[in-house]
């Protein structure tokens, strides 16, 4: 039995929406767990009364990615087309929210939390964050998309293919990062720049973030769609049963060895 998924949704200040993951131990969540993010950013954004969302999490970590023991236990394909749908709602329903979302990150941030904060419009991160895509050690392939968001094109093909993680520190040197705080101050800090931008007319706020998203000159949606077929075809050809059978079993990679920036992902999780 699984450990269940909390996805709460609070008022922490006016016109602010708080959407909380908690699942323990490093918040690598289930299909159903992405499908119940989504609903909650969705419903936050539909209401009327908020202006900006933000999106935490609870414990060690933000996100380590979707939950390798539960695709490694459920025989077909079932887990991994259900993965593959619940990632693309949840980052979705993040882009697509009609307010601006901020998201506070702590600790880890690997494989989905990068589809995450990379289609949020403001990340606040704690001193600690660490952001990367471990899909090549996972068995996985995705969310490129969202990390050529954060990151210049030619960094993100090394950290991708590399599988390394970058600190919070260097994402605020490229810009994607709004502000860098010691851990305990990090929700106060989230909510102090969603409480600036609350401060605005709301009405206009959901005009600027539609008309935002329309020029972007990637469709992040149609693009994810794409990574996500290469995912697929990964599952089909046997390869991705063999990587996550390797990293469930401790099966040491030479991507695993100490390098520059890092690659201390955790024990459980992917993309």
Avoid at 177 to 200: D, F, N, S, T
């Amino acid at each position: 039995m699984g450990v269940s998924t909390a996805v709460t949704l609070s008022r922490p200040g006016d016109g602010i929406a708080l959407v909380t993951v908690d699942r323990p131990p490093v918040n690598a969540l289930p299909v159903q767990g992405w499908f119940d993010l989504a609903d909650a950013v969705r419903a936050a954004g539909r209401d009327p009364g908020i202006r900006c969302v933000v999106l935490a999490a609870a414990g060690r970590g933000f996100n380590a990615g979707v939950d390798i023991k539960e695709l490694r236990r459920t025989p077909g394909f079932g887990a991994l087309l259900g993965v593959n749908r619940g990632c693309h709602a949840a980052f979705g329903a993040v882009y697509d929210c009609e307010v601006p979302v901020v998201a506070a990150v702590q600790g880890h941030c690997l494989g989905g939390g990068i589809g995450l904060v990379g289609n949020a419009d403001a990340i606040v991160a704690s001193e600690d964050a660490t952001f990367g895509l471990p899909e090549l050690d996972r068995g996985a392939l995705g969310a490129a998309t969202h990390l050529a968001r954060l990151v210049p094109p030619h960094l993100m093909r090394t950290l991708y293919y590399t599988s390394r993680t970058v600190t919070a520190a260097e994402l605020h040197r490229h810009g994607s990062v709004w502000e860098v705080v010691p851990r305990e101050a990090l929700l106060a800090a989230a909510l102090a720049l969603a409480g600036e931008i609350a401060a605005k007319d709301g009405y206009l706020l959901r005009l600027a973030k539609a008309a935002i998203n329309g020029i972007d000159p990637v469709d992040v949606h149609r693009s994810y769609r794409f990574e996500q077929g290469f995912t697929f075809e990964a599952g089909l050809s046997g390869v991705a049963d063999r990587l996550r059978d390797a990293f469930g079993n401790g099966t040491p990679r030479p991507a695993d060895q100490p390098g520059t920036a890092g690659t201390n992902t955790p024990e459980e999780g992917a993309g």
